[in-house]
């Protein structure tokens, strides 16, 4: 049976994705590779909502890279406020304790988020140079509002950094505008496209503070050594600091054409819908979301709380259906999550809340059996 994946990342990768990477004699100089990372890195910009004011970077590797990278604007002694609402926020302060800077960290109750509020008077106490903050947080599915936050502390501290790794493809993502210094992401999720690459783009300041001499980056992560490579490729001239995955690159730059075809608005616009209907039919079944607050629900991950049934049992019972969904990772619920992020349709909605519910049935979890296809069903009828 073909499986579904409805998973947190990777996600599905579309064929013609794909096969953009079957090619048998790409070298890093080569014409076809140096017009696909030209391309990726001009499509990153349009993704982040910037212009070439900003710099885009694309490296090997993934989320965790791209945000300890961001050392690479850090010196001796500097200090940090991390804002986290879950595992992936955790990560910052995990990544910065391995570095000679301060760390603070903001968290709310599990399955809420730090208030705008919060953090600035958080950030009013005292002189942080940086803040991160998690868009999505792919753990809980809990979206902070980021450009409320940005315009509460924008001339209180001097860099803003938001990992978007769940959010950038499927979410409004305005980096520029808002004026975010780093916006992060990774090629397996919303973008749709394999593993294996870290984006970041990196306001004007942020590109000033990455001259420095004092970083306490290491060599590979830091952004200045990639910084020539990406000005020469987008250019179109190769060059060379560490050998770039050539071929998931060349991938990531057909996921960009597809997005861009499809435009960004309309395909945040089917994120919403998508999300909208698996959140109906999974409350219409009587099952509770992770995520506490309304307004900070996702597009991209929805949490599914059990009251009786063990996540991994629904999760093996449900792979023989034909569905894969992701386990929990926060320990503060029993639960699993479904990822709706990439190339996901508003069938594949039904689908996911068709297999859940008679899963559900079978395993014993007390249920309201029959409303949830229905309502999604209600809810995908007057959608736009
Ligand atoms: C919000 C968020 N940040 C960072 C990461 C880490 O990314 P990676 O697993 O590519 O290192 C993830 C991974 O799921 C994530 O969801």
Do not use: C
């Amino acid at each position: 049976m073909d499986k579904l994946l409805l998973h947190v990342g990777p996600t599905t990768i579309k064929e013609d994705i794909l096969i953009a990477g079957l090619e048998n004699n790409v070298g890093f100089t080569s014409k076809e590779f140096v017009d696909a990372f030209s391309y990726s890195l001009k499509g990153l910009r349009y993704v982040m909502g910037v212009s070439k004011n900003y710099q885009p970077f694309i490296t090997p590797g993934g989320g965790t890279s791209a945000m300890e990278s961001v050392t690479s604007l850090l010196k001796n002694g500097d200090k940090v406020l991390v804002v986290s609402n879950g595992v992936f926020g955790d990560r910052w302060e995990q990544i910065f304790k391995r570095y000679p800077v301060k760390v603070k960290v903001l968290r709310p109750s599990p399955g809420s988020y730090v208030t705008p509020e919060e953090v600035e008077e958080e950030v009013q106490k005292d002189n942080y140079k940086m803040v991160t903050l998690t868009h999505v947080e792919t753990s809980t599915g809990v979206r902070e509002p980021i450009k409320d936050i940005a315009r509460r502390i924008r001339d209180k501290v001097e860099l803003i950094v938001v990992d978007g790794v769940s959010s950038v493809g499927a979410e409004e993502v305005k980096a520029e505008e808002w004026g975010i210094d780093v916006y992060l992401t990774a090629s397996q999720k919303a973008l749709g496209a394999p593993a294996g690459l870290s984006l970041l783009v990196l306001s004007p300041k942020a590109l000033e503070v990455l001259n420095s001499e004092e970083s306490i980056a290491g060599y590979y992560l830091n952004l200045r050594n990639w910084l020539p490579v990406m000005r020469s490729t987008e250019e179109g001239k190769a060059m060379y600091f560490s050998t770039p995955p050539v071929h998931v690159i060349m991938q990531l730059a057909e996921a960009f054409r597809l997005i861009e075809k499809e435009g960004i608005e309309n395909r945040i616009k089917r994120h919403s819908i998508v999300a909208s209907a698996i959140r109906t039919g999974i409350e219409a079944l009587g099952l509770e979301i992770v995520a506490k607050r309304p307004e900070s629900y996702s597009n991209t991950v929805t949490g599914v709380v059990l009251k009786v049934v063990e996540p991994s049992k629904v999760l093996s019972e449900t792979i023989n259906e034909g569905v894969e969904f992701a386990p929990g990772v926060h320990p503060a619920f029993k639960y699993f999550r479904i990822g709706h992020m990439g190339w996901v349709t508003p069938n594949d909605a039904i689908v996911a809340i068709s297999v859940i519910e008679r899963t559900l049935k079978r395993l014993g979890e007390p249920i309201r059996f029959g409303e949830g296809v229905k309502a999604v069903q209600e809810y995908l009828s007057s959608a736009r």
